[in-house]
Structures are given as C-alpha cells and as structure tokens.
C-alpha cells in the first residue's frame, strides 16, 4: 500500500472483506499491518492500533484494527 494512506472503510462486496483508502498512488509502498478480532478474543493490541470497522459475515462479527506501517 502506498504510505501515508488514510484507511477510509471496511465492508463486505460480493461476500467478501474490502479495505478502501485515500492515497498517493505514487508515494513509496509500505506492508500496512490490519488485524481482525472475533467478538470475544483476547485482543492483544499495540497502543496505537486504530478501528477500522465491524463486519458481520454470518454468524461471525470481526472488528477490524489498523496496526500501522512496516516497510517492505
């Protein structure tokens, strides 16, 4: 992903996880770490993890959390 993308949303298309963002398509690509928790798991986070959303696919509920950059 491009760095210094703003996460916009997540939401389900045509059944599956879609991830869309605001970015500089020619700014350097970075790893974006996204991490996603089923209501009820321990959620070992790092203090500046940012929510992302919630999403229902069947009886799963995930919540979906940004965990930053990393570069490649």
Not at 1 to 30: E, F, H
Not at 48 to 56: E, K, N, P, V
Request: with cysteine; proline share 4%; hydrophobic share 45%.
């Amino acid at each position: 992903m491009p760095s210094g993308a703003s996460l916009l949303s997540i939401q389900l298309q045509d059944g599956l996880p879609q991830l869309w963002a605001a970015c500089d398509p020619g700014a350097a690509k970075v790893l974006r770490r996204i991490a996603a928790f089923g209501t009820g798991d321990d959620m070992a986070l790092t203090a500046d993890a940012r929510y992302i959303g919630t999403l229902q696919v069947g009886y799963a509920v995930l919540h979906y959390f940004d965990l930053g950059e990393r570069l490649r």
